[in-house]
């Protein structure tokens, strides 16, 4: 089994705490994206386990024994790093075949392998340029390669598609999820690009000042945030949070009084002050809508419009079609109940949701 498992590992650098406590199980053949701003902990996470980083504390797992202090090049994995670590004096196709060498693999074996890496990542043609000779965007597609032909079982990648355009990046993406679904590698994939995450993973682990704040499939973390952390990290724009207070079977945002419906009552009995979040695309124009506010600016991209909403001193974004009638002055907003958040005022934690008519908490 190429599973992964983190059982309470911690790092430490002197007093600095940079991953806290982390409990995480990574299952064989999975693209687990580890998310998160920069200094979060997820690159430090993704060097454990290739063994260049050493562990304060815990113990990590891999294939069923633990690998604390096993050697990096004794674990089997490939690792494409941020900062391409190219041989500047070897050529492109060597600098891919490398490896494929020191492992003593047949030359038949070699040639077929670079070459179909080559072909994946449109580098035909510069089998024989030195790194030097590359862009920023081509170096990277090398480190790629180079990892690719590999074929470990367990594929490390820290932010691989940063130096690349938004077409080849988009291009890149999915073919690296067609290599995975080829070679089924147990890929961990650091990135702080929440579209990357969302179109690259199986399941995304978001990540906060080394602490995990939530792990789940792409939709779960996207519709069902586990705090107002993760709400606010993933989307463009993001969720939008906004302070309500509930009694009596009434929600109160702003100046709008609503009924609320019974299943979420439940969810909300002993809470008052809630924290109410709603994804932009979930908010519509409407004149008895339960929020309302005062249009401030329009921002027009072409295929959707992006408003943004004063409701009593807090700024709400809504995502409309790029086509339609100007918004302006005072505006009424709707929502439906099954695509709203609800989090406690205090801990920031979502207090739980309605899925399929039952409560999930």
Sequence with gaps: MNSIVFKDVCKSYGDAKIVKSLNLEIKEGE?????????CGKSTTLRMIAGLEEITSGELVMGGR??????????????VFQSYALFPHL????????????????EDEIKRRTTEALKILNLQGYENRKP?????????????????????????????LSNLDAQLRQQARTELVRIHE????????VTHDQIEAMTVANRIVVMRDGVLQQAGTPDVIYHHPANTFVAGFIGSPAMNIVSGYYSSGKLKIGDVVSDVPELWQKILAGHTNVLVGIRPEHLKPAADGKIKGCVSYQE?????????VNVNGETVFVTLPG??????????????????????????????????GEIVR
């Design 182 to 189: 080829i070679y089924k590698p147990t890929m961990i994939y």
């Design 300 to 308: 027009n991209t072409g295929n959707q419009r992006t408003v943004t």
């Design 91 to 106: 050529s492109v196709w060597d600098n891919i075949a490398f490896g494929l060498k020191i492992q003593k693999l047949g």
């Design 323 to 356: 086509t339609g009638a100007e918004i302006s002055g005072n505006i009424g907003l709707d929502f439906n109940w099954d695509e709203v958040s609800l989090f406690n005022a205090e801990t920031k934690e979502n207090i739980g949701y309605v899925q399929k």
């Design 66 to 79: 633990v690998i604390n202090d096993v050697p990096p090049g004794e674990r089997n994995v490939a690792m």
């Design 132 to 160: 030097k000779d590359l862009s920023g965007g081509q170096k990277q597609r090398v480190a790629l390669c180079r990892a690719l032909v590999k074929q470990s079982p367990y594929f490390l990648l820290d932010e691989p």
């Design 31 to 39: 693209r687990l994206i580890l998310l998160g701003p920069s200094g």
